[in-house]
């Protein structure tokens, strides 16, 4: 099983909304990624979890903040958005990381689509 | 750097062999991957090839890799219509305790019945 679930699909808020996107794998997967991937563009990652632990932050503006409440799960609070952050965001996992190479696969879900308005 | 280059486009017609191309930058890359994006979906991987490697084939796909050119190709056999999508080619790079993906700018595969 690879697979990583996301919710909502699709999400369309205001720019005084707070709202959240969550991400779950049950792989057993220690480390967890949000990627966010504008129209014909490739996928711009954003956080990466390792360990329950924020272990890289690619100065994402503080209107996004990432919570990993547990190994399997990886939410994105989302509060004050701009209609630029209209985008794919993708939730991604892999193994185990830092150790081989093998176990760094990262394994995406399908997404969330937002709009904002 | 981290620089990942393709070409946007590419057509084949069904039956045809289509080869995605794929340029990069960081020599210190450990694996190199496939990933495969249909519209409004996430992305599925396809394969992957360890640095060390220079050819790896699986069913339809075969991936070469050219370590002192740093290029890296996907051949897809007898191409389906179902083969329409986009092809990101992605790099890993090492890091302390996690590993970065760098795509590159993706290609959008057409497959003409």
């Known amino acids: 099983d690879t697979e990583v679930t996301q919710t909502p699909k699709h999400l369309v808020m205001g720019m005084t909304n707070k709202k959240s996107l969550k991400c779950e794998q049950h792989?057993?997967?220690?480390?967890m990624y949000w990627y966010k991937q504008k129209a014909k563009k490739p996928p711009e990652l954003m956080f990466v979890?390792?360990?329950?632990?924020?272990?890289i932050n690619e100065s994402v503006p503080s209107r996004f903040s990432p919570e990993c409440p547990n190994s399997s799960l990886l939410n994105l609070h989302l509060h004050a958005l701009q209609p630029e952050d209209s985008a794919l965001y993708l939730c991604a996992s892999s193994q185990d990381p830092g150790l081989a190479v093998t176990q760094e696969t990262q394994y995406f879900g399908p997404g969330t689509r937002l709009l904002v308005l | 750097g981290e620089d990942v280059e393709q070409s946007l486009f590419l057509s084949v017609r069904e039956g045809d062999s289509s080869v995605i191309n794929c340029t990069y930058t960081?020599?210190?890359?450990?694996?190199l991957y496939w990933y495969k994006q249909e519209p409004g979906a996430g992305l599925q991987l396809l394969t992957y090839?360890?640095?060390?490697?220079d050819m790896k084939q699986d069913q339809r796909l075969t991936v070469l890799l050219n370590k002192k050119d740093k290029h890296l190709s996907l051949r897809i056999a007898d191409t389906q219509t179902g083969d329409s999508a986009i092809y990101f080619c992605a790099e890993m790079s090492p890091q302390t305790g996690a590993n970065n993906l760098f795509f590159g700018t993706g290609t959008r595969l057409t497959v003409i019945p």
């Open positions: 960081d020599s210190s890359s450990t694996y």
């Open positions: 979890y390792s360990y329950e632990k924020l272990s």
């Open positions: 792989m057993g997967h220690r480390a």
């Open positions: 090839i360890f640095s060390n490697m």
